[in-house]
């Protein structure tokens, strides 16, 4: 998914902040230095990976890219959005981002330090990616909207030039993980609920009630209720039915025969 869902509300937009005169003035807030959402609309590589195309294929770059359910952007050195996919296009607009915001030149790599904060995580992590130093980051974050809340896996790889020795940028990958998040925390509330039995068990061998672990002897029943939570429904064996009701033991005897 986008990264728009991934920022937090204090880094959304309102109505009135955008001017639709001025496709470049949409503010977004900062929480913690209050200050607007930098731009930078002359980066030497801005718009170039349109322009990619593969050796001898005839296949552009951002066709490849445009497949992908994945959200995509290539930043530059310095941490502005060079070009985006149409997953991240189209999931932006999903959540109110005017048609005509431009999402090139958006400093992600401000958006990145305050999203880390609000995770918890170290700032500035991207920082060592944007300068080969870590060519790779993998972290995941939430987001929460009035409607859901949303996992995501933020990846960011090096972008480097042919000879190995300058970095070109960055590629930015957002996944959303949020059902598989769910799967895992429905497994943990599953084994949660699951006690093991483990050890010796003193068990009286008259009357098989078996002694806890503050010496009171419980019946099985309501040893293993206690101890595994366990639920039972009552019924009653063939063999105590003709022990009991001896009446019914021809009937048990038909029922067997047929």
């Known amino acids: 998914m986008v990264i728009v869902p991934l920022i937090p509300c204090h880094l959304l937009w309102t109505p009135h902040e955008y001017t639709p005169t001025d496709s470049y003035a949409l503010q977004i807030q900062l929480k913690q230095t209050n200050t607007p959402l930098e731009f930078n609309r002359s980066s030497p590589i801005l718009n170039r990976g349109s322009d990619f195309i593969l050796h001898n294929s005839g296949i ?19 941490g502005f959005i060079v070009s985006v996919n149409r997953a991240w296009y189209l999931h932006s607009l999903e959540i109110g981002v005017p048609e005509s915001f431009e999402w090139t030149g958006v400093n992600f790599a401000q958006i990145y330090n305050a999203l880390a904060g609000d995770e918890g995580h170290p700032p500035h992590e991207l920082e060592a990616v944007l300068d080969g130093t870590n060519p790779f980051l993998c972290k995941e974050f939430k987001s929460s909207s009035r409607l859901e809340t949303k996992c995501f896996t933020l990846e960011a790889s090096t972008i480097y030039s042919p000879d190995g020795n300058s970095v070109k940028g960055v590629l930015v990958c957002l996944t959303d993980i949020t059902q598989s998040k769910l799967l895992e925390q429905n497994h943990l509330k599953a084994l949660a609920q699951i006690c093991t039995l483990h050890g010796l068990l ?19 029943e309501s040893f ?12 009653i064996c063939p063999e105590c039915i003709r022990r009991l009701y001896p009446e019914y033991s021809s009937l048990l005897d038909k029922s067997s025969c047929s």
């Open 60 to 78: 552009h770059f951002i066709e490849i890219i445009n497949l992908l359910r994945q959200d995509i952007a290539i930043i530059d050195p310095q």
């Open 202 to 220: 003193p068990i009286c061998a008259v009357c098989k009630k078996i002694r806890d672990e503050h010496d009171i002897w419980n019946s099985i």
């Open 224 to 235: 293993l209720e206690k101890h595994t939570k366990v639920e039972f429904t009552h019924d």
